[in-house]
């Protein structure tokens, strides 16, 4: 398995911009590129650039993976997906 899927410290994650975080976790959380960009009140193009510059650093190539390292490295929780 990569070990970007591996959980990490903080010390050893990848550096992200906290714009970039916020981005990662929405994401994560299922919001889509349109939504994140209302949500954090930016254009979609800002909204794809942050995406875009996390996958890149992160080594990420789907969203599948983008949910994979959140809740490897908490940015977000299972249990906070459930009904």
Do not use: W
């Not at 254009?43 to 599948?64: G, P, Y």
């Amino acid at each position: 398995m990569d070990s970007y899927f591996a959980p990490s410290s903080l010390a050893t994650l990848p550096t992200l911009t906290s714009r970039e975080r916020e981005v990662l976790q929405l994401i994560a959380e299922g919001k889509t590129t349109k939504e994140v960009a209302v949500i954090l009140g930016c254009s979609v193009k800002t909204a794809e650039t942050h995406r875009s510059n996390f996958m890149r650093k992160l080594h990420l190539h789907s969203v599948s993976e983008v949910v994979l390292y959140a809740i490897r490295n908490q940015i977000v929780r299972v249990d906070q997906f459930a009904t």
